[in-house]
């Protein structure tokens, strides 16, 4: 079934990305990361001594705080903070610096869809520049069923509104930082099998879902790509573009 989307893109067709890292002067770590026109900025701070309260003091800890594009902070914005603090923490290292806290800013630059896929792309190049010791990196996807059962990727804020139900997926992708060459598991678990985050809005079925998780799975491939591509130290640039 082909589908007529209003930006001309095919169902399983990704909006251009585009990624910068090292963009701010002050922070450890920093990146841009953008689909289409949704734009996210994440700075990283960290690590610094200390650990908050009911934080367990013999790892490390991640502090995720969320900045709107405009207004103050509000049930939403605490509910993507919770949950890119637990995708984080699940990537990193937190048996390396114990009794330290990494910060991680999200600032909202532009929202036309798919913003906490956003966040969490631009998070993980943002700790890849901060020299964050990592498992692996992580990609993230969103993709949107409609009343009629078809399946969208990466939807537009106009698109997202019109859906029946979305997801967010959230993949691990190759090993990188502290790990040595060759290996296979951290900590006894593979690296680059399952899921990492997986977060449903709205009613689908199973069958939809198991969907929903294998066009997403496939398309992060060319996300995985462009990601690794995007933070090579060799590279010219840290500025990298694919369409």
């Known amino acids: 079934m082909e589908i007529d989307r209003d930006d001309g893109r095919t169902a399983n067709q990704l909006r251009p990305l585009a990624c910068s890292c090292n963009v ?25 001594a200390g650990t908050k309260k009911n934080e367990n003091p ?4 991640i502090e995720v705080i969320w900045k709107p594009k405009t207004g103050q902070i509000g049930k939403l914005e605490r509910e993507c903070e919770m949950i890119l ?7 990193c290292i937190l048996t390396i610096n114990p009794n330290t806290t990494t910060s991680i800013v999200v600032q909202v630059i532009h929202d036309d869809g798919a913003l906490l896929p956003c966040a969490i792309n631009a998070s993980c190049a943002a700790l890849v520049d901060a020299g964050i010791p990592l498992k692996h990196l992580a990609v993230a996807i969103s993709c949107c069923l409609s009343e009629s ?13 019109k859906m029946k139900a979305s997801v967010h997926l959230v993949f691990p ?11 296979t598991q951290v900590g ?19 069958d939809d879902y198991i969907h929903c998780l294998e066009r997403g799975r496939a398309a992060t491939a060319k996300m995985s790509a462009f990601l690794r591509r995007s933070l090579q130290p060799q590279l010219p640039t840290d500025s990298s573009k694919v369409g």
Not at 26 to 40: E, F, L, N
Not at 58 to 61: G, I, P, R, T, V
Not at 173 to 183: C, Q, R
């Open 149 to 161: 059962g078809y399946v969208i990727l990466d939807p537009t804020k106009l698109e997202e509104q």
């Open 188 to 206: 006894g678990e593979p690296l680059e099998n399952g899921i990492i985050t997986s977060l449903t809005q709205g009613a689908m079925s199973v």
């Open 58 to 61: 013999e790892k490390a800890s």
């Open 85 to 91: 603090k637990r995708t984080l923490q699940s990537i």
């Open 24 to 48: 701010l002067n002050r922070a450890h770590g920093s990146a841009s990361w953008s689909q289409g026109d949704t734009k996210i900025l994440a700075a990283v701070y960290g690590p610094k």
């Open 173 to 183: 992708n190759s090993p990188v930082s502290v790990i040595p060459e060759g290996s």
